[in-house]
Nanobody, 124 residues
Framework: QVQLVESGGGSVQAGGSLKLSCVAS????????MAWFRQAPGKEREGVAV???????YYADSVKGRFTISQDNAEKWVYLQMNSLKPEDTAMYYC??????????????????WGRGTQVTVSS
């Protein structure tokens, strides 16, 4: 079992920055991939960024060039640096962990472990 706790959400004006953090505890051998997803009211959950073994990264087209996912060396923490934020980035952001999903893209894969989320609100 793996427990995930997110932090760092908040309210910011368009063009601003936020950095989300997520810490994992429990069985570190249960995952080699960590990810950030988001869900806005009335919309489906969307994969934002994924990092595999602390090195290989994947990003949604909507955040490429603005967001950066990273991990610490122990692969216990995962971060999401969000720059040039837009109102459409407003959502609940969730941290996820697990084995690298099979399929076309890990951004659309499923993960067994999820945090409870942290709210990001971007005002225009």
């Amino acid at each position: 079992q793996v427990q995930l706790v997110e932090s760092g959400g908040g309210s910011v004006q368009a063009g601003g920055s936020l950095k989300l953090s997520c810490v994992a505890s429990g069985d570190k051998y249960s995952y080699n991939t960590m990810a950030w997803f988001r869900q806005a009211p009335g919309k489906e959950r969307e994969g934002v960024a994924v990092i595999f073994r602390g090195a290989v990264t994947y990003y949604a087209d909507s955040v490429k060039g603005r967001f950066t996912i990273s991990q610490d060396n122990a692969e216990k923490w995962v971060y999401l640096q969000m720059n040039s934020l837009k109102p459409e980035d407003t959502a609940m952001y969730y941290c996820a962990a697990g084995p690298l999903p099979f399929g076309d893209s890990p951004l659309t894969g499923d993960f067994p472990y999820w945090g409870r989320g942290t709210q990001v609100t971007v005002s225009s």
